[in-house]
């Protein structure tokens, strides 16, 4: 009997033993081809890649990327793992012109799975159309985004920066409004700011995208607004795990974007649509342009042909896609660039002093006001905004889908196959020495009209590079640029006792932020 025990007990270890290394192989097996001796690499673990600990820690996105990148820049490329995900980071700048512009053929796609869950919806706009779908999506919407379109919309803009100056004005002079957290110091008015953009960027975004007046300043609790939030509002592990895992969550019915917020966009933009087609309402803004795009009637200034109709089917359902995901891609993303910005200015007054002359000047040149040539007219502030972008880009890596056989031409070379996932680690790139040097300083001469053609260009990418970058990024650096000339125009931003000084960074969402918010002061400006 104790012999038959004995034995029991031999066989359970060495059946846990066989599971265990089962567990293990199978753990490892995504692992295999980019863990050879001649590819560079980051050593795995099981399960967990080279995420470890930190997949429970709220660490920022971009310091993920910044260390993976540190860890393999040394060559043209190099694999690391997200959980059982193969990543190829790709850190050279030529190989990086190689991918994204110079074969792009081989890298169309891009990892859309995360937005693909939950309502169909998703799946018709831009960024998640693949191959052709996608070449002719893009080829409609094109035209929305161009500079004259941008002149066209750039009043509706206009009047929501107003509205957010007044707003900001009126607590300076009165009791602060009871909605807020605001405090009075003297002459000094304490906020954060970050709450004041998003909501600056809502109403921008209602106005522009959606057709509709929103002033979420004084009405903190509108229901766009509130949507707005939930629409964007992810935990860091949460927003990791849909990106390598999303079939797995996708079977336990979870989805990236609840289907009641598709419904609402849904609603609004369809109702907005039966009104102007019935009433002949014609406005200066996105939905009037998706509406020509849909007509086929939608002119491209720089082409002199009218757009072609033929090359993609464009339904209301396709408009909705569009309008949706410019105000997902953009509620959180503008306004914390606005956020980073300010808080630069604070902490450097003496470039918010050279900055608000320029802004003087181009008021007294504009009687008062400012005009979309003059706004691009201004130098200092685009060398402001740009290096802005270089240390706080809004996206810390973008990726793309290898969908034909390609060797990666490096030392050592790389086969890809149909599948294979590439990172561009814009992140590490922004703050890398080679590129940048001293590159943790806020140095807007970088980007002066004397030393801006020394910047390669594929190692400075914040909106992405190549034909499948932000469509978008006129629009964002617009709002941006109004928010802030108006904003200096009538206040000097102030450091307080409250501004993280040095800053922390946290993940929030989709994006980056600062742990604690973005507090500063704001002083009024003589007239």
Sequence with gaps: MAILEWMSFWDWL???MGLGLLLYYWGMSTYRRFTKPEVPHLKPLPFVGNLGTTMFKNIATQDLIRGFYNGLKDHGYGAC????????????????????????????????????????????????????????????????????????????????????????????????????????????????????????????????????????LRQPKNEFFTMGQQAVNFGSLRLLLFFVMPRVLQAFGLSMIP??????FRAIVKDTILTREREGIVRPDMIHLLMQAKKGTLQDEDSTEQQKSDKTKFDDE??????????????????TLMSFLTYLMAVHPDMQDRLQKEIDKTLKEGNGKF???????????????????????????????????????????????????????????HSDPKYFPDPERFDPERFSDENKHKINPSTYMPFGVGPRMCIGNRFALLKTKMAVVHLLSRFNLKVTP??????IMEQSGFNMTVKGGFWLGLEKRPT
């Design 14 to 16: 060495l059946l846990l």
């Design 81 to 216: 793992f997200m959980l059982r995900h193969p990543i190829i980071l790709v850190c050279d700048p030529e190989l990086i012109k190689a991918v994204a512009v110079k074969d792009f053929e081989f890298f169309t796609d891009r990892n859309t799975a995360i937005m693909e869950n939950g309502d169909p919806l998703w799946t018709k706009v831009l960024v998640n159309r693949k191959g052709p779908a996608w070449r002719d999506m893009r080829s409609t919407l094109s035209p929305v985004f161009t500079s004259s379109k941008m002149k066209m919309m750039f009043k509706l803009v206009s009047d929501c920066c107003q509205q957010f100056v007044n707003f900001l004005e009126e607590c300076y002079e009165n009791t602060p409004s009871k909605d807020y957290i605001i405090q009075k110091d003297g002459d000094m008015l304490i906020l954060e700011l970050k709450d004041f953009y998003t909501r600056y960027t809502n109403d921008v975004i209602a106005t522009t995208a959606f057709g509709l007046g929103v002033d979420s």
């Design 259 to 264: 289907g009641k917020i598709a419904n609402f």
């Design 318 to 335: 396709d408009i909705v896609a569009q309008a949706a995901m410019f105000f997902v891609a953009g509620f959180d993303t503008s306004s």
């Design 371 to 429: 005009t979309y040539e003059a706004l691009n007219s201004m130098k200092y502030l685009d060398m402001v905004v740009s290096e802005t972008l270089r240390l706080y880009p809004p996206i810390s890596a973008v990726d793309r889908i290898c969908i034909r056989n390609y060797t990666l031409k490096s030392n050592p070379p790389l086969e890809l196959v149909p599948g294979d996932n590439l990172f561009l680690p814009i992140y590490g790139l």
């Design 498 to 503: 409250k501004t993280p000084i040095p800053i």
